[in-house]
């Protein structure tokens, strides 16, 4: 997806009966939108109910979002998910207060951590584009390759590797190489469509 598609996309999510629209949007950023959450130390419910929020407000609010060329489109997404996130617990800890909740309760959300808006945001869209990019190159490689490329990242050694799919440390190295400058590549180009 280019920046002219993801401009076109925007346009196309003011109509919000688009479903291919709105496919796609989910397609793209409902994994980001999901890990911030949960990045913000929310427990599995509430990660879901948030999640469901997030996408209902962007429903509510793409159709007359304005597009700023100057900012980036997901900064905003992670502002409007950490808005909801403070709303939520101010939410929940009112309420919990006015039901008399025991202690464990009102500890819970007053332990979920808002971190600054950019830091989470440029941490889990780093590890978002990098996973989307390897998903996005799997296909290119027949054999073990991207496999081989992971179990190298999660710091096994070559020999190992190579005994575990029984093939020469050099063939494992060179295997290695070939996904990390395609996976280099495809990173690149999702954070110039994307970012």
């Known amino acids: 997806m280019d920046n002219k598609t993801r401009l076109t996309l925007i346009e196309r999510l003011r109509d919000q009966n688009d479903d291919a629209a709105w496919e796609e949007f989910s397609d793209t950023y409902k994994d980001y939108i999901y890990v911030v959450i949960v990045r913000m130390g ?6 879901e109910d948030l999640h469901q929020q997030v996408i209902l407000k962007l429903w509510n609010t793409l159709p007359d979002f304005s597009y700023n060329k100057d900012k980036r489109f997901r900064s905003w997404i992670a502002r409007l998910t950490v808005n909801l996130c403070k709303d939520f617990i101010r939410s929940r800890s009112a309420k919990k207060n006015t039901l008399g909740e ?20 440029q941490k889990e869209w780093e590890l978002f584009i990098t996973n989307k990019a390897l998903a996005n190159i799997r296909s290119s490689f027949t054999g073990p390759s991207v496999d081989v490329f992971c179990e190298f990242m999660d710091g096994k050694s070559a020999a190992d590797i190579a005994a575990r799919y029984q093939i020469g440390t050099n063939s494992a190295h060179q295997m290695k190489a070939r996904v990390r400058e395609k996976l280099i590549a495809e990173i690149s180009r999702l954070k110039a469509d994307l970012d």
């Open 102 to 121: 025991d202690q464990d309760i009102r500890d819970y959300y007053a332990s979920v951590r808002l971190p600054e808006v950019e830091e989470i945001s």
């Open 42 to 47: 929310f427990n599995a419910q509430d990660s």
